[in-house]
Every structure is written in C-alpha cells, then in structure tokens.
T-cell receptor, first 115, second 112 residues
Framework: KQEVTQIPAALSVPEGENLVLNCSFTDSAIYNLQWFRQDPGKGLTSLLLIQSSQREQTSGRLNASLDKSSGRSTLYIAASQPGDSATYLCAVPMYSGGGADGLTFGKGTHLIIQP | DGGITQSPKYLFRKEGQNVTLSCEQNLNHDAMYWYRQDPGQGLRLIYYSQIVNDFQKGDIAEGYSVSREKKESFPLTVTSAQKNPTAFYLC???????????FGSGTRLTVV
C-alpha cells in the first residue's frame, strides 16, 4: 500500500528566504503527484500537479520536481512571503490510475513565514 | 462561480445519534470523495463515487454511509457505529481520471 512521508513536519523561516519542502512515496509506479495548500480550518487548494512523464512543474514562485525512480518530490518556494504561511500537503493516487479511486496524502509540512 | 459547498460548517453530535453532512458541487465533476482529517494527520479516504448510484469504500468506511442519487450531491452520514467521529470532514470532486481535484471548505464535527 502506498505511503507518503513529508519532511520537515514544521518549518519557520524569515520572509524572503527560498525554501524546499520534501515528499517521499513508497511505490514509484505513480501516475502523477499533487501538491496542495491548506490554510487553518479550511479546505485544500491545488497548487501543482506533475504527471509521471514530467520532471517538474512551475506556477509563479512555486516549482515542484518529481523523481519517480527514487520516490521523491520537492516543492520549492522562492522569495517566501508571510502569505505563504500554511500547511502544504503532498498526495499521490491511492491505486493505479490518475487518482479516480482517491489520493493518499502525507501528513503535511506546517510552514510559517516570519515578517 | 463553480465550486463545492459543504454544510454545515460546524456540527455537534450527541452520543448514539446519526448525523448527515452535506456536499454539493456545480462543477459537473463525475467523481466525488469524502476524507477525514484528524489533528496532525494526513487525510484519510472514507468513501468515493465515480458515477451516480455507485460508490466504493475507502480505508476507513466503518461507521459511515453515503448515497449518490444525483451527480451534484454526495451526502455523508456518520452513524452511531462510528466510535470516534470527532474530526474535520472534507468533501472533494474531480473529473474523470482523478484530475482537477477541488475541495470544499470542510465540516468540523464534534461529539458532545
């Protein structure tokens, strides 16, 4: 069964720093990988989806990379801002396919950007 | 604007009582999902449905029930058989193949 681990569990950095969040998964036969953001007491917002055939995906100051063979993904946040403070979750399809049968989530990285 | 609406935002359940959480989407998505989130934990899948009148159990379906009579609606009932129902419940939907995941804003259920 697929398991997803995120490191670190929490991170606090000064505003303006570049930072990297890590995600690892046990079964490398994934179809895609997604990164989500969750604000306190709220639902999840999709940030980036990387297909298994892609190595990275970019959206604004966010860049996500995927290395299927090593079972790892990273989310790079450039020039961090206080508004980036949130919990970031990594997810992969629970079974074969794109995620129609549900996603397996990591426990998330709780990020605080200090003004 | 298209999206997913969950209601109520907060729900209190007495011991032995069944409660139903509402989830409605106007995104014309085929698939819908219910996840449970506990403090410090990742999301865990309760039930999912890929088409109307069909649904499948997820990892933690015991003590829960669902229905999918309309494409837009996927209500979750937390029954008295669920011994530890206090949690944050999230509904989601996606297009075929599991793309375009969209989440609702959640319902926080507390047992009193």
């Amino acid at each position: 069964k697929q398991e997803v681990t995120q490191i670190p569990a929490a991170l606090s950095v000064p505003e303006g720093e570049n930072l990297v969040l890590n995600c690892s998964f046990t079964d490398s036969a994934i179809y895609n990988l997604q990164w989500f953001r969750q604000d306190p007491g709220k639902g999840l917002t999709s940030l980036l989806l990387i297909q298994s055939s892609q190595r990275e995906q970019t959206s604004g100051r966010l860049n996500a990379s995927l290395d299927k063979s090593s079972g790892r993904s990273t989310l790079y946040i450039a020039a961090s801002q206080p508004g980036d403070s949130a919990t970031y979750l990594c997810a992969v399809p629970m079974y074969s396919g794109g995620g129609a049968d549900g996603l397996t989530f990591g426990k998330g990285t709780h990020l605080i950007i200090q003004p | 604007d298209g999206g997913i609406t969950q209601s109520p935002k907060y729900l209190f359940r007495k011991e032995g009582q069944n409660v139903t959480l509402s989830c409605e989407q106007n995104l014309n998505h085929d698939a819908m999902y219910w996840y449970r989130q506990d403090p410090g934990q990742g999301l865990r899948l309760i039930y999912y449905s890929q088409i109307v009148n069909d649904f499948q159990k997820g990892d933690i379906a015991e003590g829960y029930s669902v229905s999918r009579e309309k494409k837009e609606s996927f209500p979750l009932t937390v029954t008295s058989a669920q011994k530890n129902p206090t949690a944050f419940y999230l509904c989601a939907s996606s297009i075929k193949g599991g793309y375009g995941y969209t989440f609702g804003s959640g319902t926080r259920l507390t047992v009193v």
